[in-house]
């Protein structure tokens, strides 16, 4: 076991920060989404059942906000804390979109308190739909800035370095970084479509619970529908990345893949094991996919792992994050597509136990889906905290005490995990959808 110094307890409680932030931050951007969605057809059609929705969605929506901004902040912290060389040259360089990630999270936080107590205030309605817009946008362009900074992390540009001296500063190019495209369509593409399943999955599990009435029907069939929408954009953006990797950080891709060798017609690799020689066994082999996906192309030459040095090399084991992130993908896309099927053939299977459970796990699958592609993307990157400039050791602190902050913030984030369900539980329990509903109609 290696010895933990304060470059591994740094990644630690790094990984320990991120892996719980992005949970909330999914959310963040995706459910404001879903309740603008809701809320606008409940407008449209006059249906007091999609604004039921819209409204429960944003009373929960608002507790993941809380904890979302107190994750977020300690990601800020923990940067200068934790990472200060690195900080002291990047830093010059991506100050603005940290600049502006802030004021777009301040723009959705002024509209989301607007839109929170403005309901039923609007002679007309659309009205109070228009306040969600801005609420949509500001969490997209949160995601949208602090996603620049993690690619400008993966191909930096817009800068000269002599040294540990910067000069020839251009931000709006380090921003506008070749990841960027592929990054931001694939973090937009999959937090809309994990929101959706999540929203999904407690629908199920209150159908399973017994409660079928035409409230819980009409929120399947959105939250579904949606999620197969965004099931296919993630496809999408997963193509495109895989694109992107195979031009831009070949190495990632051929760690990934397990691809060793250079050669032409390279084959896709699922699952499988390596033995003490290397050699790969128990895979599933799809001939010559890999250099479609890489470059639309079945006779294109892909760049195998071992073209670079060793010391460079991401670890092989990033392999099974692929694996779990494309068949968890895979799954999302089938179950959607089948409630599809159901709806317009067979809507009598929609409400048996055992597709209602199939539902029921693919919110937390998609969750899985998101930790697992965040940790191919970060660790796929290694040894390189800038790609190419600065190695993760070089970046480190060099503090004694990094040990003790780590059981602190474990200690802060199981506090919050527990004081966040309890109250979204306490929120929902008592407060059933079918009593509020017959309130409102009755006020």
């Not at 979204?424 to 959808?433: E, G, I, Q, T």
Request: proline share 4%; net charge negative; charged share 15%.
């Amino acid at each position: 076991m290696p010895e933990l110094d304060s470059v591994i307890l740094s990644r630690m409680l790094t990984t320990l920060t991120l892996a719980f932030h992005i949970i909330f931050a999914t959310i963040g951007v995706g459910v404001p989404v879903m309740i603008s969605i809701a809320e606008f057809i409940g407008v449209k059609r006059n249906d007091p059942y999609y604004l039921l929705l819209a409204r429960r969605w944003t009373r929960g929506f608002v507790v993941t906000v809380a904890v979302g901004v107190v994750t977020g902040t300690c990601i800020g912290l923990q940067l200068s804390l934790l990472w200060p060389s690195f900080m002291e040259i990047a830093g010059q360089v991506i100050s603005l979109p940290l600049f502006m990630e802030t004021f777009a999270f301040f723009f959705e936080a002024i509209f989301l308190g607007i839109y929170l107590y403005t309901w039923d205030r609007f002679q007309k309605p659309i009205y109070h739909w228009l306040l969600s817009i801005p609420i949509v946008i500001g969490s997209s362009l949160s995601a949208f800035f602090i996603t620049t900074v993690n690619a400008f992390m993966n191909t930096p540009q817009g800068f000269t370095i002599e040294g540990r001296t910067i000069t020839g500063i251009d931000p709006i190019s380090a921003m506008f970084n070749p990841a960027t495209p592929s990054k931001v369509f694939h973090v937009l593409s999959t937090s809309y479509m994990t929101s959706a399943f999540i929203l999904a999955t407690i629908t199920a599990l209150a159908i399973l619970k017994g409660k079928k009435g035409e409230y819980e029907k009409k929120a399947l069939n959105l939250t579904m529908i949606a999620s197969f929408v965004f099931s296919l954009l993630s496809f999408v953006a997963g193509d495109v990345s895989a694109k992107f990797l195979a031009e831009h950080q070949p190495e990632k891709l051929a760690a990934g893949e397990w691809h060793f060798e250079t050669e032409k017609g390279a084959d896709l690799i699922l699952f499988g094991t390596l033995n003490e020689d290397g050699e790969i066994e128990n895979e599933i082999r799809i001939p010559k996919l890999l250099s479609f996906l890489s470059f639309n192309d079945f006779d294109a030459e892909v760049i195998g792992l071992n073209e670079f040095p060793e010391d460079e090399r991401p670890p092989l084991w990033i392999h099974y994050m692929f694996d779990i992130m494309v068949s968890i993908g895979v799954y999302s896309l089938l179950i959607s597509f089948l409630y599809l099927i159901f709806m317009k053939w067979k809507k009598s299977l929609l409400y048996t136990r055992l597709f209602l459970w199939l539902i029921s796990i693919a919110g937390p699958l998609t969750m899985i889906a998101i930790e697992a592609g965040w940790i191919y993307a970060e660790v796929g990157r290694q040894p390189w905290i800038l790609r190419g400039y600065m190695k993760v050791a070089e970046g480190a602190t060099t503090s004694e005490h990094v040990g003790l902050m780590f059981i602190l913030f474990f200690a802060l984030y199981s506090a919050l995990a527990i004081i966040c369900a309890i109250v979204l539980r306490k929120m929902f329990k008592n407060n059933p959808a079918e009593a509020e509903l017959e309130f409102r109609f009755k006020t």
